[in-house]
């Protein structure tokens, strides 16, 4: 379209536990880009939900919460987690735990929600450019993206990681039962009828478990690379 600047987006997706937030914030930070959690947004208004006693059953009033919600990522300049802001105050380590993701997966396979948070996240979407981290990002948030990348990694070796992060943060968890739980939510996740665990038709697939964190930075750089020489 004449007149209207086209503003780069790059989607990652894939199961929890593959590495795809750290991934996705290093590499707009290698850019330049803005950062998009978008997993942040459905574990907000989770837990929004449940403060606020809505009802999950009650879907119009979590589609209308959903809209009213004022979410903002703040970057960091050490390279952490983005601050995340919800009406003005930071929750981001509270939307880190296993219950609010619990919280996420449930409100995440409800259409009405994902419908009211659409046009919030395509707002996110600002020069000079955006990396999209989160469920169907690539095949219907941004369609257009010029890379979609998809990880992978083994249940047993992302519960590893998962217990391993959760450690760190003094959270006392229990492996065994993180394995069961991450195991659960994919089948949940992939069976669901809305916006069920899968790659976009066009994404690049990329196992992460035999790699650390600048290892799939650098193959998703090379990624990129390739994508421009051939674009």
């Known amino acids: 379209m004449t007149g209207v600047q086209y503003i780069p987006v790059i989607t990652i997706d894939g199961p929890s536990g593959t590495g795809k937030g750290t991934i996705s914030r290093l590499l707009a930070q290698k850019l330049g880009f803005h950062f998009l959690d ?9 837990a929004a939900a449940d403060q606020a006693g809505v009802s999950f ?8 919460l959903a809209a009213s919600m004022d979410i903002r990522f703040v970057p960091r300049t050490d390279g952490s987690p983005a601050d995340v802001l919800l009406h003005g105050k930071e929750v981001g380590d509270r939307l880190r735990t296993e219950e609010s993701g619990w919280l996420a997966s449930i409100v995440a396979a ?4 994902r419908r009211a948070l659409l046009q919030k996240q395509h707002s996110m979407r600002q020069p000079p450019g955006l990396v999209a981290d989160g469920r169907d990002m690539g095949s219907t948030v941004f369609p257009d993206a010029i890379l979609k990348v998809y990880l992978t990694a083994s249940p047993e070796v992302r519960a590893a990681r998962r217990h391993k992060q959760l450690m760190e943060k ?3 968890v229990n492996l065994p039962r993180l394995l069961d739980e991450i195991r659960e939510r994919d089948a949940r996740d992939a069976g669901r009828a809305v916006s069920p665990l899968k790659p976009a038709e066009d994404a690049c697939i990329l196992d992460t478990s035999q790699l650390d964190i600048s290892g799939v930075v650098e193959r998703v750089q090379g990624l990129l690379r390739e994508r421009h020489r051939s674009g």
């Open 38 to 46: 978008s997993g942040a947004l459905y574990r907000a208004l989770g």
């Open 57 to 64: 059953e009650d879907r119009p009033a979590l589609a209308r």
């Open 110 to 113: 409800i259409p009405e929600v």
């Open 170 to 172: 003094g959270f006392d």
